[in-house]
């Protein structure tokens, strides 16, 4: 079946520090990708998206490259603030639209 | 504007009873879900409705049952709480389809005593 797999948190940085959080999946055909964030106390939010192969998803100063060949879909920030210090989670979405597969989270603590 | 609403956002109970959990959608889609996420941020869905039709049914107990009235409400029914059910309940929407986000409520924190 379809699966996700993220690099394990917590995951501390200083601020201005580059961020990276692995992401790879395992999945038939062509998925889409999608990378969510989780502020403390709230829902999921869509941080970006990529629906197919090469694509590059960004937003906030955050991206991910869909890379088939890897099969990864890898969260970067350069420089990261205080503000970004929450769960972010990596998804994928079946060809089909049916199956929607979530990673188990990668919990950021950003320190002043 | 609210998109998606959930209600109550928190719900404190004793064990045995019975509770719901509501959740209202404004943006015009046609795929609804519950996912639940323990302390640990895993997120695990339990059930997805497209069009008022149950589509997806996780090995959840029983005692949970969804009931879809319309496209824009899905709501959860817990009988019989255990401790165990403790958790922070997601409903989230989407349109059908692969390319297409979905959109998280803000959640409802289930404390069972």
């Known amino acids: 079946g379809n699966s996700v797999t993220q690099m394990e948190g917590p995951v501390t940085l200083s601020e201005e520090a580059f961020l990276t959080i692995n992401c790879t999946y395992t999945?038939?055909?062509?998925?889409?990708l999608f990378w969510y964030v989780q502020y403390p106390g709230e829902g999921l939010q869509l941080l970006l998206k990529?629906?197919?192969?090469?694509d590059k998803g960004s937003n906030k100063g955050f991206e991910a490259t869909y890379r088939k060949e890897t099969t990864s879909f890898h969260l970067e920030k350069g420089s990261v603030q205080v503000s970004d210090s929450a769960v972010y989670f990596c998804?994928?979405?079946?060809?089909?639209?049916?199956?929607?597969?979530f990673g188990p989270g990668t919990r950021l603590s950003v320190l002043p | 504007d609210t998109a998606v609403s959930q209600t109550p956002k928190y719900l404190v109970t004793q064990m045995g009873n019975d509770k719901s959990i509501k959740c209202e959608q404004n943006?015009?889609?046609?795929?609804m879900y519950w996912y639940k996420q323990d302390s640990k941020k895993f997120l695990k869905i339990m059930f997805s409705?497209?069009?008022?039709?149950?589509?997806i049914n996780e090995t959840v107990p029983n005692r949970f049952s969804p009931k879809s009235p319309d496209k824009a409400h899905l709501n959860l029914h817990i009988n019989s709480l255990e401790l165990g059910d403790s958790a922070v309940y997601f409903c989230?929407?989407?349109?059908?389809?692969?390319?297409?986000?979905?959109?998280f409520g803000p959640g409802t924190r289930l404390t069972v005593t």
């Open positions: 989230a929407s989407s349109l059908t389809g692969q390319f297409y986000e979905q959109y």
């Open positions: 999945a038939t055909g062509y998925p889409s």
């Open positions: 990529a629906t197919k192969a090469d």
């Open positions: 998804a994928l979405s079946d060809q089909h639209g049916q199956n929607f597969v």
């Open positions: 943006l015009g889609h046609d795929t």
């Open positions: 409705y497209n069009n008022k039709e149950l589509i």
